[in-house]
Every structure is written in structure tokens, then in C-alpha cells.
Nanobody
Framework: QVQLVESGGGLVQAGGSLRLSCAAS????????MCWYRQAPGKQRELVAG???????NYADSVKGRFTIARDNAKNTIDLHMNNLKPEDTAVYYC??????????????WGQGTQVTVSS
């Protein structure tokens, strides 16, 4: 079974930084796209950043210039470097991977999420 585990969340003051990590494990053939989503209380889940296997990235307008997504294809991991954090960044952050399992079956896998809280 494929598993995604997020880490690195916590409480930080406005203007501070955090680094989130997501590790994919299990019987994985390859991972195409990996993304970070977030969901704040009372809000719909939104895409924060995504990265393809080839390294192409996209970001939500609200985080451009502040967040950076990176991946290590050999380790099946991604990081989200978050700088100049704002209170509106407070949310549960989820890792998502679009992948092929070892048996070559398509699977969209989600982690359990990690809480990021930014105080003003």
C-alpha cells in the first residue's frame, strides 16, 4: 500500500518560515505530479503548489514569491519551503501524489495532513 507522510508543520509568527516535507513509500513504480494542498476552517481545499516529474512548477497566486516546491525523484519526496508566512496561510496542508504503483496501476494518494498555524 502506498503511503504519504507529511511533516514540518507547527506554530510560527507572521513573517517566519517553515519547511514542510512529504515522503512517499510503498510499492511505487513512478510518481508523475506531486502537489501541496491546504484547507482552512470553513474554506474549500485549494492547490498551493505542484511539481511534475520533469520539474515544472505552478503556484497559487497567493503564495507566489513566498513558497517554493522541490522534489527528489530518487527518494520520492517533496518539500515546500514557506517564507514570509502570513496569518492567512494558516491551514492543514496535505500532500498529494499522482503515481503508478509497482503493478502499473494509477493511484492518487493523499497524506493525513500537517497543521500550519501563523500567529499575527
Amino acid at each position: 500500500q502506498v503511503q504519504l507522510v507529511e511533516s514540518g508543520g507547527g506554530l510560527v509568527q507572521a513573517g517566519g518560515s517553515l519547511r514542510l516535507s512529504c515522503a512517499a513509500s510503498g510499492r511505487i513504480f513512478c510518481i508523475s505530479t506531486m502537489c501541496w494542498y491546504r484547507q482552512a476552517p470553513g474554506k474549500q481545499r485549494e492547490l498551493v503548489a505542484g511539481i511534475t516529474r520533469g520539474g515544472s512548477t505552478n503556484y497559487a497566486d497567493s503564495v507566489k514569491g513566498r513558497f517554493t516546491i522541490a522534489r527528489d525523484n530518487a527518494k520520492n519526496t517533496i518539500d515546500l519551503h514557506m517564507n514570509n508566512l502570513k496569518p492567512e496561510d494558516t491551514a492543514v496542508y496535505y500532500c498529494n501524489a499522482d503515481l503508478l504503483t509497482g503493478s502499473k496501476k494509477y493511484l492518487s494518494s493523499w497524506g493525513q495532513g500537517t497543521q500550519v498555524t501563523v500567529s499575527s
